[in-house]
């Protein structure tokens, strides 16, 4: 499976944008984009996912680059309740639902 | 909000123990795993499984074991607890044809 390169850390203000980069060179054609966040002391939660298109949800938007090499998180308002650690991943189309984490960025918010 | 759940959260046991951790979820996937992750570090894939009577291994070799007899549940099992074993342990799910996988909070272990 394709590899993502994220920062390992990025700090934010409280209330301010954020912006999370991730790197995929190697994506493939039938990768899908997710990314997940793991608050303290608690298992991966969903986060938001995309194949080609920009996405939202009530949680945050995923910017995806037009070759798709690259995508970026955006938390639209950081609260402290936001800091954890996300993890960009790809996900092959046809495989059964795993999910291969590295180690994430942690995003540590200021109030 | 998701309903999956695992006991216990916190385990302090001794070497050669045999330990089962605890997962069940009320969503009625048919897909589950198990996680095993180390402080600061990514989560290895130990186990999987797609349905009843289907279990798999991860990419991670584990000395654990896991059965799949009912699809709400999906135990992992270790013989005889080591040392080695000290880590947190997180089960999770989905339903086919959606890609949103769902975490319990995680078993902590520690072998003494």
């Known amino acids: 499976d394709a590899k993502t390169t994220q920062p390992n850390s990025m700090e934010s203000n409280e209330e301010e944008p954020v912006h999370l980069p991730c790197n995929h060179s190697?994506?493939?054609?039938?990768?899908?984009i997710h990314w997940y966040r793991q608050l303290p002391s608690q298992g991966p939660e969903y986060v938001i996912h995309?194949?080609?298109s920009n996405v939202n949800n009530r949680m945050a938007s995923l910017a995806i680059a037009e070759d798709r090499k690259s995508s970026t998180l955006i938390l639209h308002r950081a609260t402290l309740r936001d800091a954890a650690v996300y993890y960009c991943?790809?996900?092959?189309?046809?495989?059964?639902?795993?999910?291969?984490f590295g180690r994430g960025t942690q995003l540590t918010v200021w109030p | 909000e998701a309903d999956i759940y695992q006991t216990p959260r916190y385990l302090v046991i001794g070497t050669g123990k045999k330990i089962t951790l605890e997962c069940s979820q009320t969503?009625?996937?048919?897909?589950m795993y198990w996680y095993q992750q180390d402080p600061g570090m990514e989560l290895h894939l130990i186990h999987y499984?797609?349905?009843?009577?289907?279990?798999e291994k991860g990419d991670l070799s584990s000395e654990s074991t896991v059965s799949r007899i009912r699809t709400e549940h999906f135990p992992l099992t270790l013989e005889s607890a080591r040392p080695s074993h000290t880590s947190q342990y997180l089960c999770?799910?989905?339903?086919?044809?959606?890609?949103?996988?769902?975490f319990g909070q995680g078993t902590r272990l520690t072998v003494v």
């Open positions: 190697t994506i493939s054609g039938t990768d899908y």
């Open positions: 969503m009625g996937h048919d897909k």
């Open positions: 995309g194949l080609t």
């Open positions: 499984s797609y349905g009843v009577n289907s279990t």
């Open positions: 991943i790809l996900k092959r189309g046809s495989t059964l639902g795993r999910l291969y």
């Open positions: 999770a799910s989905s339903e086919w044809g959606r890609t949103e996988a769902f």
